[in-house]
Structure formats: C-alpha cells, structure tokens
C-alpha cells in the first residue's frame, strides 16, 4: 500500500482520500480509528467535560459499571461501556487487558512477568496495570515480541 502526505497551508481544509479496491475490515478499522481520533471522546472531570483524544488515553477501565479514562495525569469518567471504548478504539494500539481493561501498547514503557502467567504493564506514567493471561498474546503481538 503506498501512503502519500502532503502539507497544506492553513488555508486549506484538511482530507483524507483513500483509494482502494475494496473495502475490507482493515481498512473499515483504520477509518473508525481515524474518525474516532478526529471526533475525539468526552471525560467528565467533576461538573466539567472535557473532549480527549485517543492517543491521549493511557487506558479505559471499568470499576463498579462506571467507565474511566486513564491519561497521564487525570482520570476522567465516561458514559462508555467497555465494548463500545473497544469499538471506537479498534485499529489502533489499544487491546484488552483484563475482562475490565483496554489498556494502551504505545503507553507502555515496559513489562515483566507476574504471578500465574499475568504481566505487569508499567506505562509512561510510572501506573502499573496487570495484563491477564489470557490476553498476553494480544500484549506480545501489539509490542511486536
């Protein structure tokens, strides 16, 4: 596939052309991941709303059916469920961790293993967050072991 940028002035509206000979699920995840990235996602911080980015998301959680954001400072609430997050988020790093985690691989600073076949995920932000077995081969093929 060959991708072409091109700079613009800020007078110039900024597109995206995607030209292909079918649409298949790759390219229908990457144009959700790109939607989702541009329109942005909402993180109730207290009585305010705050509109996030994807890629400012070090991961979403759900403790007690309420939803959370993680980012590098801040956590904010969501009116998500977790499929939906995982919908939104698909193409991009994220990838379940847990059965309440989708955590992000390009927030990961490093891992080690833990107890019963578990990893322990340090993120950039010095958090910790325990990757359950069962989805290390998800964690293994997004850090490209």
């Known amino acids: 596939m060959k ?10 509206n ?17 144009l959700q991941s790109l939607k989702a990235s541009e329109s942005g996602l909402v993180g109730i911080k207290g009585e305010e709303l705050h509109r996030l980015s994807l890629e400012d998301i070090f991961y ?18 969501s009116k998500l469920k977790l499929y939906e997050f995982e919908e939104i988020s698909k193409g991009g790093g994220f990838f379940r961790a847990s059965k309440s985690t989708i955590l992000n691989a390009d927030k990961i ?11 322990a995920a340090i993120l ?14 998800t964690l293994q093929k997004k850090m490209g072991l």
Not at 109 to 119: D, K, L, T
Not at 125 to 130: L, P, R, T
């Open 60 to 77: 979403f959680e759900v403790v007690e059916n309420r939803s959370f954001f993680y980012c590098r400072d801040n956590i904010y609430e």
């Open 14 to 30: 900024e597109e995206v052309i995607l030209r292909c000979h079918e649409v298949n699920d790759q390219i229908l995840q990457m």
């Open 3 to 12: 991708i072409t940028i091109e700079q613009i002035s800020r007078e110039q």
């Open 124 to 137: 950039r932000n010095g958090e910790k967050v325990v990757v359950s077995r069962q989805y290390v081969g």
């Open 109 to 119: 600073e490093f891992v080690s293993p833990s107890f019963s076949g578990r990893f």
